[in-house]
């Protein structure tokens, strides 16, 4: 079977001739580029050297801004198979047919910390996929956790600024343990869950080829009748989910910072290919109001005993890029890259999601043409009515380029359903413009709570561990004192664990009112160490 967009690669790499002589950018022979053009052995460079010029000024802009979050990554590429068709939920082509394998391009990344930052901080990993189908480019973009920091992405400039390096120092480039990000969360206790999750050897992966991911937002399916369904992805690795402990985590970082980036490459340099399931949760819309949470709140899963995941399918990663730059640095993934028989839902932070990626991007890509770059270019054919604009790289060819136009030529938009074009899933809502958070966002502890309670001993005191080293490092009492106040509703035991080892006094009350809300989750639902 062959293998389109690697085809379509090896088409742009003709372009660069692996080997022959030196030339300019403008294709002009060169014999010596030792040395500049001068007056005499000692005298000044002379302006007219066009090859000095050319190849000192293309160095200076070398560099492109790094992502503003996820900024570290490793990709491969590789392809996705479905186990069968799944036409009774969605009309997604590329999960129709077991013999179709659809590429796809991975970039697992840390959140935090610059590019060249160590690799095994404590941090969520990035896990996007782009699924190059043949009704265009569809994006996966998750995490290695399934739920989110904060509920509404008006939030994430103040999360994200709360976690980054503090604005006067630049410290600290690459943990979590720092004043302003527990400033935030004691402030913010929605982000509580996450931050369990957070604190767990979760945040600690021991090889991307070793960590499940998760969609985490309630997307919907949408069949060819148009109906809809809720739906969370999950992915699980073969290999089963493992992590380091916090002491081989840092040795790690000093022995080397490449240790999760340098694995994958070796693995797949070695034929040793990755793999993961696709797993679904599957949600009727009649029953969205059936469960004690908010289908729509990102800081929430659902319970696998009240959903159960169901295979649909598997990913295999089996070619490293041919160029870090071109491809895994400049590939853009973004939310809104769906396909017919995916949409979303009114997730607030998935709306914000899918304005946000857009955006950075032309600023990181450097203007509206990125999607012709090779790593982020369709396989699907593409026909656009967009011009010009920097980097342009097609020769549009003929007068129009608008509709309707009577002239010929131009892309007129396609007509009927049965032309295969996206339609948004038709959905009635009503109300009043308000700027207030859904009473069903409410409850930031339940969760946070089942997490604990279903961690075993030695996992319970590994996060005690890590959030008595990260909040030890907190200079200011009052908010080490804080969190722990909010971790007493999470659980009081913690809370006092944590207590005893910063320096603050136990927290006023320990809260365990949350065990009873929502039924227990099991090691399997929470943990997800089933390899498949
Ligand atoms: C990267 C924004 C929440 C997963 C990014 C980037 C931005 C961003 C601006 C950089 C993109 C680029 O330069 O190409 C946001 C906003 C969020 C949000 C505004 C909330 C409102 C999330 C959530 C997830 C997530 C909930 C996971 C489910 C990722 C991943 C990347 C990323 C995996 C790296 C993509 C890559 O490898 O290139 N995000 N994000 N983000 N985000 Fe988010």
Redesign the pocket.
Known sequence: MTDAKRTQQENYQAQDPASGPLTTDQGVAVDHTDDSLRVGERGPTLLEDFHFREKLTHFDHERIPE????AR?AGAYGYFQPYESCAAFTQAAFLQDPDVKTPVFV?F?TVQGPRGSADTVRDIR???TKFYTSQGNYDL???NVPV?FIQD?IK?PDFVHALKPEPHNEIPTGASAHDTLWDFVSLQPETLHAIMWLMSDRAIPRSFRMMQGF??HTFRFVDAEGNGTFVKFHWKPRLGVRSLVWDEAQECQGRDPDFNRRDLWQAIEAGDFPEWELGVQLVPEEDEFAFDFDLLD?TKLIPEELVPVRPIGRMVLDRNPENFFAETEQ???HTANLVPGIDFTNDP?LQ??NF??LD??LL?LGGPNFAQLPVNRPVAPVRTNHRDGPHQSVVHSGATSYTPNSLGGGCPAIAGADAGAYRHHVERVDGETIRRRSASFQDHYSQAALFWNSMSDWEKQHIVDAFRFELGKVEAMSVRARTVEVLASVDGTLARAVAEGIGVPAPRQGADHHKGNSPALSQESLRGDGSI
Do not use: K
Not at 67 to 70: A, D, G, I, L, Y
């Open positions: 992502r503003v979050v996820h990554g970039r990344s990035g896990f996007a973009v998750g995490n989110f992405g994430f969609g985490v990102a590939v853009a993934f932070l914000a999601r946000s990626y950075t991007q990181r």
